[in-house]
């Protein structure tokens, strides 16, 4: 079974700094998707990036960008310019590729809260 | 807009009555699941479905039943809920591949 591991239960980065967010899975697939979905206190699920496991491109969208090490099994998170919004809990997300019922699934780590500080 | 509906967004309720939450989505997705999220578990699946008529349990299913008669709606159902059903849940829509959108959560507390 997959599985993703969040080591850092919570992070803190000042305001205009970068932070890096780490998470590690598991997995014998060689087709799958890898997220971040961020959390702020209104409890929505947003998603802030994704990344195919195909693509050896590290994805970037405006200030996140990840670091993927397929090899290492590893998917970390760097946010740039911190700002106050980007405070959250942001939780790593895995999906298999395929078409079975166990591609329906996304398999969450545990979550990484970040605190924003002036 | 697309996007995904939950209601009721909040729900206080007592044990042993049964409720359900409805799930709709407007982006023609195949696959819907529901998750629940409970502190320093994250998200766990509950149950899916991957087209009309077509369902299965997930990691966490006992408790809880789903249908799909349409494929924009998914409703979750608690014939029994217990406090241990306490928590807050997501209902999510998808292609086949890629990400998931999630609706805006619902939080359940069984008394």
């Known amino acids: 079974a997959q599985t993703v591991t969040q080591s850092q239960p919570e992070m803190s980065v000042q305001e205009a700094e970068t932070v890096t967010l780490s998470c590690t899975y598991d997995?014998?697939?060689?087709?799958?998707?890898l997220f971040w979905y961020k959390q702020p206190p209104s409890r929505q699920m947003i998603l802030v990036i994704r990344?195919?496991?195909?693509?050896?491109q590290n994805a970037t969208e405006n200030r996140f960008s990840v670091n993927f090490q397929k090899a290492a099994k590893s998917f970390s998170l760097k946010i740039s310019d911190s700002q106050l919004g980007d405070a959250a809990m942001y939780f790593c997300?895995?999906?298999?590729?395929?078409?079975?019922?166990?591609?329906?699934?996304?398999?969450f780590g545990t979550g990484t809260r970040l605190q924003v500080t002036l | 807009e697309a996007q995904v509906t939950q209601n009721p967004r909040y729900l206080i309720t007592v044990t042993g009555k049964k409720l359900t939450v409805t799930c709709s989505q407007n982006?023609?997705?195949?696959?819907m699941s529901w998750y629940r999220q409970d502190p320093g578990l994250g998200l766990r699946q509950i149950y899916y479905?991957?087209?009309?008529?077509?369902?299965d349990k997930g990691d966490v299913p006992e408790g809880y039943k789903v249908s799909r008669k349409e494929k924009r709606n998914f409703p979750l159902i608690l014939e029994s809920p217990s406090p241990n059903q306490t928590s807050l849940y997501f209902c999510?829509?998808?292609?086949?591949?890629?990400?998931?959108?999630f609706g805006p959560g619902t939080r359940l507390t069984v008394t």
């Open positions: 999510a829509s998808s292609l086949h591949r890629g990400e998931q959108y």
């Open positions: 997995t014998s697939e060689s087709d799958y998707y």
């Open positions: 990344q195919e496991a195909y693509k050896q």
């Open positions: 997300a895995y999906r298999r590729g395929d078409r079975t019922g166990t591609a329906s699934k996304l398999t």
């Open positions: 982006m023609n997705h195949e696959y």
């Open positions: 479905s991957m087209n009309v008529e077509v369902t």
